[in-house]
Structures are given as C-alpha cells and as structure tokens.
C-alpha cells in the first residue's frame, strides 16, 4: 500500500506593504488610507474631533438630541432617514425603534449607500430592522409603495451634502483638492455642472447664482464663467479669482463656495426634488407622525417654511416650530458645518 503523498504547507502569508506615496505623510486624496478607512484609526479620528473637526471620510450628524426630541421613536415604529447619507442620524433612531420597528433609508448616492448600509450591517442592524434603497427623497412615496407601507411615523431629511462627498476630490463637490468639477450625487445620471457652465447663458446663469446662493457679485461671475469650459474645481475657483480682483481674500473664497453651492443645486435639481418632497409630504405620514428636516440655505428653508404653514393652514399638520432651531453654541464649535442648519418641524393631523 502506497503512502500518501504529504499534503503541501501552505505558504506563509507575506505582509502587503501600502503603496509608497512621497514625503512624510500621504499628500493625494486616493493614498490618505485613514481617511479611506476611518472606523480603522480610532485614535486619529478621537484627535480630529477632539480639535473641533470632521475626520475626513466621515460625517458628523447634526442636532441629534434635538431630532430625537421631536420624532420620538419608539418601539415598533416606522421611520424614514430620506437622506440617509453616513447613517449617523439612523444609528440613533434605530435602537430606539426596536424591537419591531423598522428604519428605511434613502440615499441617491450609489457610492456611498453601499458602504453605509454594510456600517449599518456591522452594528448589527439586520435585514428586519432596516433597508436601504437607492432614490432620491422625492422617491418617497413610491419607496413606501414599494415596501408595502401604508405611511411613516416619522420622517427626517438631512439636506446638507455628506462631508464624504464633499472631501472626496474625485466627486467635484468643493475646492479641497483639485478634481473634475461634476458634482452630481448620482455620477451615473445627468450633466455634470462642467457642461452646465458651457451651456448656460450669462443672464440664465446669474438668475442661478442669486436664487441658488444668494451671491451678490452674480452679474460678474457669471459674464466670467458662462460659456467657457472648465474640466476642474480648481479652473473654476481660479476664474472666479480672477473676476474679483479687488475683493477680499475671504470675500473671494466666500465667493467661490457659493458659486459651487448654487452649481450643485441646479446639477442635481435640488429644490425641484425639495418641492416635490414637500408636495407629497403629508400623504407618506401616518396620522400624528411627525417630520424633521435641516435645511443649510435660505432657498431651501423658505420652501419648507412655506410649506409647513400652507399645511397648518388647510389642516394637514397640527402643529410645528414657529421658530427655527439652530445647533447650540457647543455644536457649533465642536462642528462648523452645523452652523449654517436650520432645522424645522411638524406633526401630520390625526
């Protein structure tokens, strides 16, 4: 009887080094492994928000004590996150849903809605407690229809652009790194704002700088940039340095991120969607379900000012903040980009 020949050993595993990158520390978006992996650097990302900053590659949810207050989930409920983002506000909900209640959440954007529904996943959220769907708010009431949901105990809408999104260079969104100015939350569908500049005309365009971002020098920038090809964040940002030479350094760059600002409202067709959300709003709520949305820019707040009061008015909602509610001193300070949200509120009549 032959011997059995001995099985293989397997090889040692070698040890994969990360790419080489030049300097001390890593200066391109696609090598800064720790912003790419932050649940990875507990103790980097402690030290980021210990210096009142937002860790890239994360976002920081705002007013959550505040959301929580007006929602009131409870167990067994229905709850929509229609922006659903870096799921920070869904973690919280969550819990407070369980046992029996579920979350559904919205996202447009197909490149970060897998990797929150995975964080959601790890935190051991399951398949019964939450889903994520790919839509735009706006979708809404075909979401529900789809899931077989009659309506939602509480809604909340997040308007403001993931920080993600925003220091990922690739996306176009801000002039943190140079990228390609796109700045589409779905790269997948429509134009990107490079070819909104070469096909809009000056006065079109200056009508879009002041409702998009109430900017004051519209007439000037946009009889710099309308028409012209810019293929970069940085082309455009250099453009509208040179339309205000004699502004300010922070006049300047104020400048800019309102040109973005209003560049990434019409890209997307952010206030179409708003009013469209808004329209089919109390028809996705179960009777005494109430709705929290943060708006970061006077257009969108007037429209769900608006359309809060419009629906006290024929009765729809009962009741809802007659004032704004800002972050606290201390959120500000803990994270700058909650200082420009204003949340507002109301409850579906019964």
């Not at 009142?52 to 959301?67: F, L, N, S």
Request: aromatic share 6%.
């Amino acid at each position: 009887m032959e011997e059995s020949p001995a099985p293989e050993q397997p090889s040692p595993a070698t040890h994969q080094r990360r790419p080489r990158y030049r300097g001390k520390n890593p200066r391109r978006f696609e090598e800064k492994y720790k912003e790419h992996q932050p649940e990875r650097y507990s103790d980097t990302v402690a030290k980021v928000l210990a210096s009142g900053k937002t860790p890239a590659g994360t976002h920081r949810p705002i007013m959550v004590a505040e959301i929580l207050e007006i929602l009131a989930p409870q167990p067994g409920q229905v709850a929509v996150d229609c922006t659903l983002g870096y799921g920070g506000h869904a973690r919280e909900i969550l819990p407070r849903l369980l046992p029996g209640g579920h979350l559904l959440g919205l996202d447009a954007d197909p490149i970060e809605l897998p990797k929150t529904e995975a964080r959601l996943r790890a935190l051991s959220f399951s398949e019964e407690s939450c889903t994520a769907y790919r839509s735009n708010f706006a979708g809404l009431p075909r979401v529900l229809a789809q899931v077989g949901f009659t309506g939602a105990d509480m809604i909340l809408a997040d308007l403001g652009v993931s920080s993600m999104q925003l220091d990922d260079p690739a996306r176009g969104f801000s002039t943190k790194h140079d990228g390609p100015l796109d700045m589409r939350m779905n790269p997948h569908r429509g134009q990107p704002a490079s070819a909104v500049l070469e096909k809009t005309s000056p006065p079109l365009l200056t009508a879009l700088f002041i409702e998009n971002a109430d900017e004051p020098n519209a007439a000037t920038l946009a009889a710099a940039v309308a028409g012209r090809t810019f293929t970069t964040t940085a082309a455009l940002a250099g453009a509208i340095r040179t339309a205000l030479p004699r502004a300010k350094a922070e006049e300047v760059e104020l400048a800019i991120r309102r040109v973005f600002q209003a560049l990434r409202i019409a890209v997307n067709d952010e206030f179409g969607a708003l009013d469209a959300f808004l329209r089919e709003l109390p028809v996705c709520l179960n009777p005494g379900g109430r709705v929290a949305i943060l708006t970061f820019h006077s257009g969108e707040d007037r429209r769900v000012k608006k359309a809060f009061a419009a629906g006290e008015r024929a009765g729809v909602y009962l009741a809802g903040a007659d004032e704004i509610i800002r972050a606290s001193a201390e959120e500000r300070w803990a994270n700058p980009r909650s200082t420009s949200a204003k949340l507002r509120w109301a409850r579906r009549s019964g």
